[in-house]
């Protein structure tokens, strides 16, 4: 009997330090500042409209220092006497016609630069042959300053608007180009082993891979392309044009219209702020199924 109680004793002694023993580092965890927790290391959620917080504290800085008279009103006008010169330009026709021709010269060049950057970009990624013919060529022409071409362009094509949509073209198209040649090449290997032994047809590779693949890289270069086509736009309309927010400027600047000259640029910033938004939209859309730290 005295050996039966000792035995129990003994266990029951056992166990209770056993679960002593378990939950002190549990206790000593919780009630030890010393204790490392778990740090978030992501961004956290994303806020709403907050691509437009810089420029609105731009345009804070700048109303700020014309009211403190920090800023010649002759080299940088105050916003209020921009935006007063905007509504007059607007009210008698000539900012909507400027603002109309440049959206077309501008959705021109951007239409044919993006055709000609995914074609060349599949040929040349997808194809070893291809890729022979056409990326060589291609880095070529982006080795060569692209308003460079502006005097050969003009020869050849003459002086209209049919140079000015093949320059902006070109400035769409090698940033396009590169990025989802980029991508392609940058396909693992093993999804192309794995397609191989499920047996998947050229046309069904290309939907169920390629195409996923490659469109991370396709946004990356449409983003470029769009800003692209708003640059060159700046420099090409000042050549031989009648109309555009380039012509306005130039003619501005003949005149010295600093006032004039910034309502140009606003409407350009505005432009290549909205159109570089919405391709961010369509990609989240598009590429909603990935993880990543923008979403």
Do not use: C
């Not at 040929?123 to 060589?136: C, H, K, V």
């Not at 990025?179 to 050229?202: K, P, W």
């Amino acid at each position: 009997m005295s050996a039966v109680t000792t035995t129990t004793t003994a266990t029951t002694a056992a166990t209770a330090t056993g679960a002593t023993a378990a939950t002190t580092p549990l206790a000593a965890t919780v009630g030890n500042p010393q204790v490392r927790r778990r740090r978030r290391l992501s961004p956290g959620k994303r806020l709403p409209a907050t691509r437009f917080l810089g420029p609105a504290l731009l345009l804070a800085l700048w109303a700020a220092a014309s009211a403190a008279g920090q800023l010649d009103p002759g080299a940088i006008p105050a916003p209020w006497t921009v935006l007063e010169t905007g509504v007059h330009l607007w009210t008698d026709g000539t900012l909507p016609t400027d603002i109309l021709t440049s959206l077309q010269r501008a959705g021109s060049g951007f239409a044919i630069g993006l055709a000609a950057g995914i074609a060349l970009a599949l040929a040349s990624g997808l194809s070893r042959t291809g890729e022979a013919l056409i990326d060589g060529s291609v880095q070529l022409n982006r080795a060569i300053p692209t308003l460079g071409l502006i005097p050969l362009f003009i020869l050849w094509l003459g002086i209209g608007e049919t140079f000015k949509i093949a320059i902006i073209a070109i400035v769409v198209y090698i940033p396009i180009y590169l990025n989802t040649h980029a991508a392609l090449s940058g396909i693992d290997s093993r999804f192309v082993e794995l397609a191989e032994v499920q047996g998947l047809s050229r046309y069904a590779f290309i939907r169920r891979i390629v195409i996923p693949g490659a469109l991370p890289g396709f946004f990356v270069g449409l983003r470029l392309g769009v800003t692209g086509s708003w640059l060159g736009l700046v420099v090409l309309e000042q050549i031989n044009a009648t109309s555009g927010l380039g012509y306005m400027m130039f003619q501005a600047q003949n005149y010295g219209q600093t006032d004039v000259i910034l309502v140009g640029l606003v409407v350009y910033g505005i432009f290549g702020l909205i159109s570089d938004s919405a391709v961010r939209l369509i990609e989240r859309r598009v590429l909603s199924w990935r993880r990543t730290l923008s979403s």
